[in-house]
């Protein structure tokens, strides 16, 4: 039975059950059962893996190097859902240690499956939304990376602190507005769209674009903001309207493009 067939009580038992199992593995020295979850087909009994290591970690200092070792080992699985649920357990204790998991997402990046590559997107997210300054440091190393992939993700990947505080992010994002690769200007766009309306995050947004040497890129960066605007209406501080009037009176080199 899947996991979201269970009732809720049966769902808090079993996921209190996994923890328990895991605990007892890493206490025993005995991965069997961490592999096993770890693969199952059901997304979230793999979800329940990575939440619960996470918490393990925190609490049981005594055995952080045994947790620490089993995701590299892991790491190394031949099955791709192994390998993505370690990525996003390391993901979860980035959230506060990032030093301790940095050389998972520098394996992860190379994955040869997509599916773990992505944990490593969802992974930058969440770790760079509440653990920022290492994560940034980190991403920043890969923004110019030979492959085009590995440039989109992690362009990709920082997006989620941008949400709040497009500040941090758009440094690293200007550092892309040359980027020939369709693949990575796309999802620059998108991500500059992605930041820009939220309270606050406009003002920010616009002021640095007008830094930014690539008009055309602004350009397209612009229509993406004022589209956004409509697209996330009912979650947007300002309504479509008000952000175009923002940029014309803000930024009027680019009225044209709202």
Known sequence: MAFYDLPKTDRAQLVADISN????????????QMVQFSADGDT???????????????????????????????????????????INTAGEIGKVDF???????????????????NAVIGSIK??????????????????????????????HGIELRGRKHPEDILPLLQEL???????????LVHVIGQIAYKKGCLEKVIAHLKQ????????????????????????SWYTQDEAREYIR????????YC
């Not at 290492?134 to 492959?147: E, F, G, M, Q």
């Not at 009176?249 to 044209?256: C, D, F, L, S």
């Open 21 to 32: 199992i895991l605990l007892q593995g890493f206490i025993d020295d005995n991965l069997a």
């Open 44 to 86: 979230y009994i793999r979800k329940s893996v990575y939440i619960c290591v996470g918490r393990i970690y925190f609490a049981h200092h005594e055995i952080r190097q045994a947790i620490l070792n089993a995701i590299n080992l892991l790491l190394q699985s031949e099955d791709f859902k192994v390998r993505q649920t370690m």
């Open 99 to 117: 030093g301790v998991v940095e050389s998972v997402f520098d394996k992860g990046l190379f994955d040869r499956h997509h599916s773990p590559r």
């Open 126 to 155: 969440k770790m760079g939304e509440v653990n920022p300054v290492p994560v940034l440091v980190w991403s920043r190393k890969y923004l110019h990376h030979p492959d085009k992939e590995i440039r989109r993700e992690i362009c």
């Open 177 to 187: 507005q040359h980027d020939k690769t369709k693949r990575v200007r796309w999802t």
């Open 212 to 235: 930014w040497e690539n008009q055309a890129l602004v350009a397209d960066a612009i229509a993406e903001i004022i589209d956004v605007h409509h697209r996330y209406r009912n979650f």
């Open 249 to 256: 009176v803000n930024y009027p080199e680019m009225a044209g």
